[in-house]
């Protein structure tokens, strides 16, 4: 199911900007109105369960935090399992991790080495913006590190100007909602 451009203007027109958030210079991508919009956070959904209830999915992979939000409850239309890709030191039990570079230093996103328990799982990833790239390829390197397949990884927003989807495409297939 292909959105149509009234569709996807709804969608973006209900991403508020902020800006100099969270530094000066910086346009952030408020999606808090996107959610409590329920036309367009269902529009939103429809589209993700319309495109993903054929790829035979065994799991949706959110990033932290935005990415919990669709992958979450796609992964509830789906009725399939969901799994948080999160910040470094929140997850109990076995992890394993993997250092990104940001612009200023380094952080590192973290899975449970047993996250996906079905052998060759068929994951997708999931997350509300992809920019420089960083945070959704450590992930998709998270998931391939823990022997599931990484069938997509699939964005709200991309940042064209970025460039991050041409470095997270080195990983496995991107696909974005709507492009800046």
Same mark, same amino acid.
């Given at each position: 199911m292909s959105l149509t451009q009234e569709q996807k203007d709804l969608i973006f027109n209900s991403i508020r900007d902020?800006?100099?958030?969270p530094k000066e210079g910086i346009i952030f991508k408020d999606i808090t109105t996107l959610l409590n919009n329920k036309?367009?956070?269902?529009?939103?959904?429809?589209?993700?369960?319309?495109r993903y209830k054929s790829y035979n999915l065994d799991y949706i992979a959110g990033i932290d935090s935005r990415g919990f939000i669709f992958g979450a409850a796609l992964a509830d239309r789906l009725g399939i399992g969901f799994v948080?890709?999160?910040?470094?030191?929140?997850?109990?039990?076995?992890?394993?991790?993997?250092? !990104?570079?940001?612009? !200023?230093?380094?952080?590192?996103?973290?899975?449970?080495l047993d996250a996906f328990p079905i052998k060759d799982a068929?994951?997708?990833l999931i997350d509300d913006l992809?920019?420089?790239?960083?945070?959704?390829?450590?992930?998709?390197?998270l998931i391939k590190h823990v022997n599931a397949q990484l069938v997509e990884v699939c964005f709200?927003?991309?940042?064209k100007f970025l460039s991050g989807d041409?470095?997270?495409a080195e990983h496995a297939p991107v696909y974005s909602v709507l492009e800046i």
């Open positions: 902020i800006k100099d958030f036309e367009a956070f269902k529009t939103l959904m429809d589209h993700f369960e319309e948080p890709v999160r910040k470094k030191g929140k997850l109990p039990g076995t992890t394993v991790c993997e250092k !990104y570079e940001l612009e !200023y230093g380094f952080d590192e996103v973290e899975i449970h068929r994951v997708l992809i920019a420089t790239g960083g945070t959704a390829t450590a992930a998709a390197k709200l927003l991309n940042l041409k470095k997270v």
